[in-house]
């Protein structure tokens, strides 16, 4: 049979359309928003502005006088790129400028809706590990990868950028497969709903995916993300080893779960400081942070050692949002004591930890 129309064997060229971006900083992989120094520089091409409190000039036509204005605390502007238009949001704070892409391109791809963001603002979408890409109906965007899953098939994917326009291109994954569910001894399973794994140019979100296929490979966390209602957290690598797979093997990856608390704390004289480096892990070794919503701070519990009681409580300043402060108490000179915190972060519950002495201090 004749290959529908974009398709030449199993290699399909992709039709995108532009749509204003409609994605917020929660949603995404990284940094939406970055401060805006002498120019805008978007696909090679450097476009002068000039910052005040009151507004920014913008040289959009780029011959060395700005014509564009924008006033207030915000705006949004479209320049002119030799790939096509290229629309900006631009925000004020106190006296800086900020500025991220005001679009995204949208394809279809058996069935689903890929979004692509230009996350870090240079005017490309299709940086794999820089720029962000939703596949279908997935609350968190991943990264572009030059492989995605949809669905339980892999695609080749590649965006080239060309005078007249971004043009993007896949093609099923034919090459050897191995299996890695992320999914089914993650505690609780239900509440992972990011988690983005990498091999070289390959980024995944296998969150869900039960034992999802992949490129055989050494494969990496890159992040992911716990959600229950509310209450969210970003998980990191931390220490969580490599996984390894070899062509055809299958792996499930055992990780959350409770977690612990790490931090210090020292003593000079009858002086006790406990230090607000706070890190919290699986039994893993992922990393888990940006808890949400704000909650009180960690409550400090100070025991003799000897006896098991305690002789100080407290709790750190601050907020998990702005960092917390270091607390300081006052204990017998001499005394072997212990260190503990006790921190509620639902969904976890309460996250508990034995702190260390900081011995270089």
Not at 33 to 41: A, C, F, V
Not at 118 to 131: E, K
Request: glycine share 14%; hydrophobic share 35%.
């Amino acid at each position: 049979p004749t290959p529908p129309p974009g398709r030449s064997g199993g290699r399909e060229e992709l039709a995108l359309s532009r749509h204003p971006l409609r994605a917020s900083q929660e949603s995404l992989p990284g940094p939406l928003w970055h401060p805006l120094g002498e120019s805008l520089d978007l696909r090679g091409a450097r476009f002068p502005v000039v910052q005040s409190p009151r507004h920014l000039d913008i040289d959009g036509d780029r011959d060395g006088h700005p014509e564009i204005r924008v006033r207030g605390a915000r705006g949004e502007v479209s320049l002119q790129t030799e790939c096509g238009p290229y629309s900006v949001h631009l925000r004020r704070e106190g006296e800086r400028w900020f500025y991220s892409s005001g679009g995204e391109l949208r394809a279809e791809l058996a069935g689903a809706v890929l979004r692509l963001i230009d996350l870090d603002g240079d005017g490309f979408f299709g940086t794999p590990g820089v720029d962000a890409l939703f596949v279908g109906e997935r609350p968190y965007a991943g990264y572009f990868s030059d492989i995605i899953l949809v669905g339980e098939r892999l695609y080749q994917l590649e965006l080239t950028e060309e005078s007249s326009g971004p043009h993007l291109v896949a093609q099923p994954y034919t090459g050897p497969l191995a299996h890695l569910d992320v999914t089914s001894a993650f505690t609780p399973a239900e509440k992972l709903a990011c988690a983005i794994f990498r091999r070289g140019g390959t980024f995944l979100d296998l969150a869900g995916k039960g034992a999802a296929p992949l490129p055989a490979g050494s494969y990496s966390l890159v992040q992911g993300r716990v959600r229950s209602g509310e209450q969210r957290a970003r998980i990191l690598p931390g220490r969580l080893p490599a996984v390894e797979l070899a062509v055809g093997e299958s792996k499930r990856l055992v990780w959350g779960g409770s977690l612990h608390a790490e931090f210090s704390y020292h003593v000079r004289g009858d002086e006790l400081t406990v230090n607000p480096d706070l890190h919290f892990f699986d039994g893993a070794g992922a990393e888990y942070c940006e808890f949400a919503p704000i909650s009180r701070p960690p409550v400090i519990t100070v025991l003799n050692r000897a006896t098991g009681k305690p002789v100080q409580m407290g709790r750190f300043g601050g907020c998990c949002r702005g960092g917390y402060t270091a607390w300081r108490g006052t204990v017998p000179a001499g005394l072997d004591l212990e260190v503990r915190i006790a921190h509620e972060r639902p969904p976890f519950g309460t996250i508990e930890g034995i702190g260390r002495p900081d011995e270089r201090r």
